[in-house]
C-alpha cells in the first residue's frame, strides 16, 4: 500500500513537472478515448487546449495538454474539467485534475456512464 502511494504522490507531481519546459512539451490539442459504458461506444475526441468538447451529457474542457520529447518514452498529461449536464446543480464538475496516459488508473474519471482517458497531446 505504501508503495502504491509513493507512486501516486509521485505522479501527482507532475503537474509540477510537466508545466517545466524541460521534459514536456505543451500541445494544443488532447485525443481523448471516451467510452460510454451502456452502449459500449468507443469514441476518440480531438479536445483543443482551451476549447470545449463534448460527449454524451459530458462537457470536456482541457487546460492544458503536455506531452514527452519524441526522443523519450512517449507519455501525455492533461489538465481537464470534465462537467455532466445532468449533475445537479452546484455539482456540474464531476472531475477536475491531471490524467495521464501512462497511468490512467492514478486520477481518473468516475461516472457511472462515461469512462474519459488521455491517448495523448498533439
Not at 48 to 66: K, M
Request: hydrophobic letters at 50%; glycine letters at 4%.
Amino acid at each position: 500500500m505504501k508503495a502504491v502511494l509513493a507512486l501516486a504522490a509521485t505522479l501527482l507531481a507532475l503537474p509540477a513537472i510537466a508545466q517545466d519546459q524541460e521534459g514536456w512539451v505543451p500541445a494544443r490539442s488532447a485525443h481523448l478515448q471516451a467510452l460510454d459504458k451502456v452502449t459500449a461506444r468507443i469514441t476518440v475526441l480531438d479536445a483543443p487546449v482551451g476549447q470545449e468538447a463534448r460527449f454524451g451529457t459530458l462537457s470536456i474542457r482541457v487546460a492544458a495538454c503536455n506531452a514527452r520529447p519524441p526522443d523519450e518514452v512517449p507519455d501525455a498529461a492533461a489538465f481537464m474539467e470534465i462537467a455532466d449536464s445532468r449533475a445537479a446543480r452546484g455539482a456540474a464538475v464531476v472531475f477536475r485534475g491531471w490524467m495521464f496516459a501512462n497511468a490512467p488508473g492514478v486520477n481518473m474519471l468516475e461516472h457511472p456512464v462515461y469512462d474519459i482517458r488521455v491517448l495523448e497531446c498533439r
